[in-house]
């Protein structure tokens, strides 16, 4: 299903954006370094703020998470800069790694960096009306997660200071994520398998028929209601890593609902790189969006 959000809920996320980018700039650099939203166990959980010049309104934010097989990654890694000159500022948050928790400790990280940046969303100009949640490979797997999760108490979690202070999002971009723990390994290719067999076992503990429940925990298939957010993913018909089945199982997912969403194939492409984020693809990202 090709899906224009013009008409949707997203109508609003980035009006005002063609103004603002007149003014703005690609700020490379983060406006904000190493913001500490959360400690958990003495250690801190940063994430960097990048913040577009030149913008009076009220900013909407993409809250970034890095991809890296889930143990693996870091937040300096933000492919999606250059919508900071269609006026969209960026949180990229780093999250507790499988090695040093399993699943769901991440989306309990993820979701309290967004109740951190939705109380301070004064201090930085940010519309919190206007949350939108974007990652890539295991990232784009957790931002799809967190943004159709909001009514799932496991995974809430305790972490942070701003628990009275909402997680929800109003718009998903997934870039080449998984979506069903349950099925992705019958879909994987050989090499894929060596990939997600190691990377599996470190998130969930094991194998997911080892743990079934768990698995479906993680699952964003699981979690869709009538209620999620829009819904945009962009993957390559050649990825030999996550399968592509993984995003078209999410479409079918939302489309059971009647709910917005929209799958970029991305002929020829395979798991990341430079073809996935080049401007153009991005403006017009930003501009389906608007």
Same mark, same amino acid.
């Given at each position: 299903?090709?899906?224009?959000?013009?008409?949707?809920?997203?109508?609003?996320l980035?009006?005002?954006?063609?103004?603002?980018?007149?003014?703005g700039s690609?700020?490379?650099?983060?406006?904000?370094?190493?913001?500490?939203y959360?400690?958990?166990n003495?250690?801190?959980?940063?994430?960097?703020?990048?913040?577009? @010049?030149?913008?009076? *309104?009220?900013r909407?934010?993409?809250?970034?998470?890095?991809?890296?097989?889930?143990?693996?990654?870091?937040k300096?890694?933000?492919?999606?800069?250059?919508? +900071?000159k269609?006026?969209? *500022? =960026? !949180? $990229?948050?780093?999250?507790?790694?499988?090695p040093?928790?399993?699943?769901?400790a991440?989306?309990?990280?993820?979701?309290a960096?967004?109740?951190y940046?939705?109380?301070?969303a !004064?201090?930085?100009?940010?519309d919190?009306?206007?949350? =939108?949640?974007?990652g890539? %490979? *295991?990232?784009?797997?957790?931002? !799809? +997660?967190?943004?159709v999760?909001?009514?799932?108490?496991?995974?809430? &979690?305790?972490?942070?200071q701003?628990?009275?202070? $909402? %997680?929800?999002?109003?718009?998903?971009?997934?870039?080449?994520?998984?979506?069903?723990?349950?099925t992705?390994?019958?879909?994987?290719?050989p090499?894929?398998?060596?990939?997600?067999?190691?990377?599996?076992?470190?998130?969930l503990g094991g194998h997911?028929?080892?743990?079934?429940?768990?698995?479906?925990?993680? $699952?964003?298939?699981?979690?869709?209601?009538?209620?999620d957010?829009?819904?945009?993913?962009?993957?390559?018909d050649?990825d030999?890593?996550?399968?592509?089945?993984? $995003?078209?199982?999410?479409?079918?997912?939302?489309?059971? +609902?009647?709910?917005?969403?929209?799958?970029?194939?991305v002929?020829?492409?395979?798991h990341g &790189? @430079?073809?996935?984020?080049?401007d153009?693809?991005?403006?017009?990202?930003?501009?389906e969006?608007?």
């Open positions: 299903m090709t899906c224009c959000w013009s008409s949707g809920i997203l109508a609003w980035t009006c005002g954006l063609v103004a603002f980018s007149a003014q690609m700020g490379a650099e983060p406006a904000a370094r190493e913001l500490t959360a400690t958990v003495g250690t801190a959980l940063r994430l960097d703020l990048y913040i577009p @010049d030149g913008a009076e *309104a009220k909407p934010l993409i809250v970034w998470v890095h991809g890296g097989a889930w143990r693996s990654g870091d300096a890694d933000v492919p999606i800069r250059s919508l +900071l269609r006026g969209m *500022a =960026i !949180a $990229s948050v780093n999250y507790r790694l499988s040093q928790a399993m699943f769901p991440q989306v309990h990280d993820i979701k960096a967004i109740r940046l939705r109380h301070h !004064a201090d930085w100009n940010l919190d009306r206007r949350f =939108i949640i974007a890539s %490979s *295991a990232g784009g797997h957790l931002a !799809a +997660l967190v943004g999760s909001h009514s799932v108490p496991e995974l809430e &979690g305790q972490v942070g701003f628990r009275e202070a $909402s %997680s929800q999002v109003q718009g998903i971009i997934s870039f080449y994520g998984a979506s069903n723990l349950e992705i390994l019958a879909q994987s290719t090499h894929g398998l060596n990939v997600r067999i190691p990377a599996l076992n470190l998130l997911p028929e080892e743990h079934p429940e768990l698995a479906r925990l993680a $699952s964003p298939v699981a979690h869709v209601t009538a209620d957010p829009p819904l945009w993913l962009i993957h390559g050649q030999p890593q996550m399968p592509i089945n993984q $995003s078209h199982e999410l479409v079918g997912a939302y489309e059971r +609902l009647d709910l917005p969403v929209n799958l970029e194939v002929y020829g492409g395979k &790189g @430079d073809l996935f984020f080049t153009q693809r991005l403006d017009r990202l930003a501009d969006v608007r």
